[in-house]
């Protein structure tokens, strides 16, 4: 991915506080990225797709970081629904939830996310998380060029 801009990132997460928290642990650990909102998976296939008025301009996510728990179209309907669709699934998918049950770990893997994580409740250990999950993907990954 070329230096000059930022790793442009969908966070599909319907606790606003949660995804201020996302925002701020991007920011504490100094991670230069363009993360863009979607409140469930309904309206992250709305972004993708630039379907509606205010997702015309959407530029494709290089990472999708994604809840499990939402309400309308929950992270595992929305992730099968992705990877099933050939403009889409490249698109990496990183779960992030609070849930910890097996079957959510083994059916985001079926379904092809990239990862699970599990959602820290402290918020140190929350911002921690994050410089982890981004020293992986924003620093060691490869990721290829949006084609747009």
């Known amino acids: 991915m070329s230096e000059n801009r930022s790793l442009r990132l ?9 995804a201020r928290l996302m925002r701020l642990a991007m920011q504490k650990n100094g991670y230069a990225v363009d993360l863009q909102d979607a409140s469930d998976g309904h309206e992250a296939l709305c972004f993708l797709q630039r379907q509606g008025e205010q997702f015309v301009g959407a530029l494709r996510p290089d990472l999708i970081l994604l809840d499990l728990k939402m309400p309308g179209q929950g992270g595992l309907e929305f992730l099968e629904t992705i990877k099933k669709d050939e403009n889409l699934r490249a698109i990496p998918v990183v779960v992030i939830t609070t849930s910890a049950l097996e079957a959510d770990v083994f059916n985001a893997y079926r379904l092809g996310a990239a ?5 820290p409740v402290d918020i140190n250990e929350f911002v921690a998380a994050i410089h982890s999950l ?6 060691l990954v490869r990721l ?5």
Request: net charge negative; glycine share 12%.
């Open 144 to 148: 290829p060029e949006n084609q747009e």
């Open 115 to 119: 990862g699970y994580v599990l959602k």
């Open 10 to 18: 969908l966070l599909v997460e319907d606790e606003p506080g949660d």
């Open 134 to 139: 981004g020293q992986y993907w924003f620093k």
